[in-house]
């Protein structure tokens, strides 16, 4: 069990590798192209999970973006600038978690993932749902998707780990939050007395 030290490119960040390969550039960041990266053929399978991992979060993020073009397209009113927002920060996940899944190795998908079924609803009940319909399947797979971004942790690598607990975790309860409170503000609008 002897531990090696890998200095990583130009900056001279050590990593420690231990008998697991386990690598953690000190202090968190992510590395340019010029620096050293541990790829998924000379990883442990720890790496492979991870890779494993990011992809069922990308091919999430792809489909809620997509869920969230075609939302925009239905929801016209005053909702529509935070469908927007939420579209847009879906959207900004991507390359994200591409680089990630890039930097270990590993091959991106571009095929939508659970969000593609929420989508489907939306695209196929344009004219017989409503606006507050497409509201409650927006935060339905905003749910799917923070549990999925929680129950990931357990499969990633330490330097993946902190990147979905810094950045991508906490924007997902962001959209996450948007769509539960505009859920509940469409369910607790003032009802009309019938007369």
Same mark, same amino acid.
């Given at each position: 069990?002897? $531990? =090696?030290?890998?200095?990583? #490119?130009?900056? #001279?960040? =050590?990593? %420690?590798?231990?008998? !697991?390969?386990?690598?953690?550039?000190?202090?968190?960041?992510?590395?340019?192209?010029?620096?050293?990266?541990?790829? +998924?053929?000379?990883?442990?399978?720890?790496?492979?999970?991870? %890779?494993?991992?990011?992809?069922? !979060?990308? =091919?999430?993020?792809?489909?809620?973006?997509?869920?969230? *073009?075609?939302?925009?397209?239905?929801?016209?009113?005053? /909702?529509?600038?935070?469908?927007?927002?939420?579209?847009?920060?879906?959207?900004? *996940?991507?390359?994200?978690?591409? /680089?990630?899944?890039? $930097?270990? #190795?590993?091959?991106?998908?571009?095929?939508?993932?659970?969000? *593609?079924?929420?989508?489907? !609803?939306? $695209? *196929?009940?344009?004219?017989?749902?409503?606006?507050?319909?497409?509201?409650?399947?927006?935060?339905?797979?905003?749910? =799917?998707?923070? $549990?999925?971004?929680?129950?990931?942790?357990?499969?990633?690598?330490?330097?993946?780990?902190?990147? +979905?607990?810094?950045? !991508?975790?906490?924007?997902?309860?962001?959209?996450?939050?948007?769509?539960?409170?505009?859920?509940?503000?469409?369910?607790?609008?003032?009802?009309?007395? /019938?007369?």
């Amino acid at each position: 069990m002897s $531990e =090696q030290t890998l200095v990583a #490119g130009d900056i #001279g960040t =050590q990593c %420690v590798a231990d008998s !697991l390969a386990t690598v953690v550039p000190y202090p968190y960041r992510l590395p340019s192209p010029n620096e050293f990266v541990m790829t +998924i053929s000379d990883s442990p399978p720890l790496y492979a999970r991870s %890779v494993d991992a990011l992809k069922a !979060l990308l =091919q999430g993020e792809v489909a809620a973006e997509e869920t969230y *073009r075609e939302a925009a397209a239905k929801v016209d009113d005053e /909702r529509s600038a935070k469908i927007h927002d939420n579209w847009d920060c879906h959207a900004n *996940r991507i390359p994200v978690l591409t /680089r990630r899944i890039t $930097e270990l #190795g590993g091959t991106p998908t571009s095929t939508p993932g659970m969000w *593609r079924s929420v989508e489907r !609803l939306i $695209e *196929r009940g344009a004219d017989m749902f409503s606006k507050d319909d497409v509201v409650l399947a927006l935060e339905s797979g905003e749910d =799917q998707g923070l $549990e999925n971004y929680r129950a990931a942790m357990q499969e990633l690598d330490p330097v993946s780990q902190q990147l +979905i607990r810094k950045d !991508l975790l906490p924007a997902q309860e962001r959209t996450h939050r948007v769509m539960h409170a505009m859920k509940h503000a469409s369910s607790v609008a003032p009802q009309h007395p /019938r007369a």
